[in-house]
Structures are given as C-alpha cells and as structure tokens.
C-alpha cells in the first residue's frame, strides 16, 4: 500500500522569504501522480500544484515549485515570495494511475504554514 | 460557475443517530468521492462514485454508505454514530473517473 509522510507538523515564514515544505512517500508503482493542496482556514481544499511521476521536468505553477527525486520518492514545496494569503494547511498527496484505479488520494499529515509579516 | 456545494455547513448529532451528508458536483462533472478529515489529519478516502454506481471504497465500516444520484449529486449516510466519527467530511469530484478533483468546503460533524 502507499503511504505518504510530511515530517513538518509546522513550518514559519518571513513574508517575501521562501520556504521548502518536504514530502516522502512510499509506493512500487512505475507511474503516479504527486499533489500538494493548500487548506486555509476556510477549509476549503484547493489544488497547489501536480506532477507526473513520468515526467523528469519539475513541475512550476508561479511561486509555487516542486523538487520532484523520484529515486528517493521525495516531492518537495518550494514557495518564493511568500504572501500572508499563503499561510494555510498543505498536504502533499499521491494518486495511481494503474488501470482500473480510482482518483483515490492519499494524504499526508499536513504542514501548518505561518507566514509572519 | 458553481464550485462543489456541500450541505450542511455544520451538524451535531449523538451516539447512535443517523446522518445524511449532500454533495453537489461541479456542472458536467460525473464522478464524486467523498473524503473523512479527522482533526489534525489528512483527509481519508471513504467512496468514489462514477455514473452512479460505486467505483472505490476506502477502510471504513459497513455504516457509512453512499449513493449517487441521476444528476449526479451524492449522500453520504452514516448509521449508528461513534463519537469516533467526528469529522470534517469533504466531497469531490471530477469530470471522470481518473481526473482532477475539485473539492467542496465540507461538512463539519460533530458527534456528542
């Protein structure tokens, strides 16, 4: 079975700073997804940024990078320019692509982020 | 466009009741799966639902069950509640059975 784990229950950010969130996971399958959400207070769960196991190119979305090592099974957040709007929950989150899979996520623990002014 | 609408907002039941969860998908999407958020953890697979018919379960009881409507939408029933069950419950849903899930806001249940 595949297991996700986020060793930073929290992490703290100067504003304009950047900060790298790390996520490892456990998995034998060849090909897969990795996700990071963001879930702010409100609660609401919003796609951060996805790679594809298949894919060498680190994925970018903006501010918002990973350092994808599929070797080490490790998929990291870098976050540049931190905003006070960044300061949330983040969960790094894996997916199989096999045939006949579900879009079943699983999750880490999550990381509280605090973005100080 | 509507996102994914969830109801109700917040619910406190006892041991032992019964509750129904309600998810509305995103328009056009056809697959919904429903997720347990215990507090301080991630969020754990319950069920997804494709064109109406059970495409996955998680590790959960026989209590929790679910549906899913002709037009998509999605329950979630939960029979004889623990206090164990006390949870932020999140649905999603994607446009097919393998793509991105779009996440409502939850349903915050608060078992006495």
């Known amino acids: 079975a595949q297991t996700v784990t986020q060793s930073q229950p929290e992490m703290s950010v100067q504003e304009a700073e950047t900060v790298t969130l790390s996520c490892t996971y456990d998995?034998?399958?060849?090909?897969?997804?990795l996700f990071w959400y963001k879930q702010p207070p409100s609660r609401q769960m919003i796609l951060v940024i996805r790679?594809?196991?298949?894919?060498?190119q680190n994925a970018t979305e903006n501010r918002f990078s990973v350092n994808f090592q599929k070797a080490a099974k490790s998929f990291s957040l870098k976050i540049s320019d931190s905003q006070l709007g960044d300061a949330a929950m983040y969960f790094c989150a894996y997916r199989s692509t096999y045939g006949g899979a579900t879009n079943k996520l699983i999750f880490g623990t999550g990381t509280l982020l605090a973005v100080q002014p | 466009d509507a996102g994914v609408t969830q109801s109700p907002t917040h619910l406190i039941k006892t041991r032992g009741q019964h509750v129904t969860l309600r998810c509305s998908p995103i328009s056009g999407h056809k697959s919904v799966s429903w997720y347990q958020q215990v507090l301080g953890q991630g969020p754990q697979f319950i069920f997804q639902?494709?064109?109406?018919?059970?495409?996955g379960r998680g590790n959960f009881p026989d209590r929790f069950s679910a549906r899913q409507f002709p037009n998509y939408s999605s329950e979630l029933n939960v029979n004889a509640l623990l206090l164990g069950d006390s949870a932020l419950y999140l649905c999603?849903?994607?446009?097919?059975?393998?793509?991105?899930?779009?996440f409502g806001p939850g349903t915050r249940l608060t078992v006495l």
């Open positions: 998995t034998s399958e060849s090909d897969y997804y």
């Open positions: 639902y494709y064109e109406k018919e059970e495409r």
């Open positions: 999603a849903s994607s446009l097919g059975r393998n793509n991105e899930q779009f």
């Open positions: 790679q594809e196991a298949y894919k060498q």
